[in-house]
């Protein structure tokens, strides 16, 4: 059986402003990137983000970002050690103790924004994001770039950990994302994104932008929720996926 795990960031509005469209992409994934209040989110959008959660079955993880809901936790923030590993862990307990409260288990973590970007660039801040994760609950799965420093970390450490593609963006030679300002940064198309995704899988590799191809693992799938017809995006690679006899489950036990 040839088995897919869709995950996406959610739960990204906060107070007056509405980010994304969770309860038309929950069904179509099976993994949840939970913004956990610094780069997106509020209480009140955390408890309905766990509780959609919940009613959808799918697996749940916390998104932890950098302190930045001006500019959505994609800004570079120049932090200790200390001070990254407590808002990790900060963010975490949030997360973790709202949704035991309703009765759903937290089972993984992927960094937001520029702490994702950085944990790739930076020694200091990614054994700060992994030693607090491990310190809280070392059950947990770390979710990261494919193949990438981050995982790398997390798997030296004793973590189990999840290899992150991605569905709507274009690679560089060196298995970094292309920068959005760039043209092709973004794949549009639904069928040239089932297209890479299945030659991922099933081949280990991918075609970057200057068409070289790379090797590259998968465990989970990401695809932008706030992007221009995400919901429709994803249903049409959704239904071609299933064309093709791929099933889809939660990366994670």
């Known amino acids: 059986m040839k088995t897919i795990d869709i995950n996406a960031d959610l739960g990204e509005s906060f107070g007056a402003y509405t980010i994304g469209n969770d309860e038309k992409l929950l069904p179509l ?15 009140e959008t955390l408890i309905h983000t766990i509780d959609l959660v919940k009613q959808n079955n799918v697996a749940l993880g ?15 923030m ?3 050690y200390k ?34 970007n950085k944990s790739e660039v930076c020694e200091e801040t990614r054994r700060a994001i992994i030693d607090s994760i491990y310190d809280y609950n070392a059950s947990l799965y770390v979710m990261g770039m494919s193949m990438g420093k981050l995982v790398g970390c997390a798997a030296e450490k004793g973590l189990q950990v999840i290899n992150e593609v991605f569905l709507d963006r ?14 092709g940064a973004m794949i549009t198309d639904p069928m040239v994104a089932s297209e890479r995704i299945i030659e991922m899988i ?21 695809v932008h929720g706030d992007t221009d017809g995400a919901v429709q995006f994803l249903k049409d690679i959704f239904n071609e996926l299933k064309n093709k006899n791929y099933q889809f489950q939660s990366a994670v036990s």
């Open 29 to 43: 994934v099976t993994s949840a990137n939970v913004a956990c209040g610094f780069h997106a989110s509020d209480p």
């Open 62 to 76: 916390a998104h932890p970002g950098y302190r930045d809901l001006e500019g959505f936790g994609r800004r570079d």
């Open 78 to 80: 120049s932090l200790s």
């Open 83 to 116: 001070e990254v590993y407590s808002l990790v862990k900060y963010q975490l307990a949030a997360v973790d103790g709202l949704s035991k409260s309703v009765g759903v288990k937290m089972k993984y973590v992927k960094p937001h924004g520029a702490l994702y």
């Open 170 to 183: 274009a690679y560089n030679d060196n298995r970094t994302l292309v920068s959005r300002s760039i043209e």
């Open 202 to 222: 099933e081949a280990g590799v991918v075609k970057t932008i200057t068409g070289k191809k790379i090797p590259i693992q998968v465990d989970s799938i990401c």
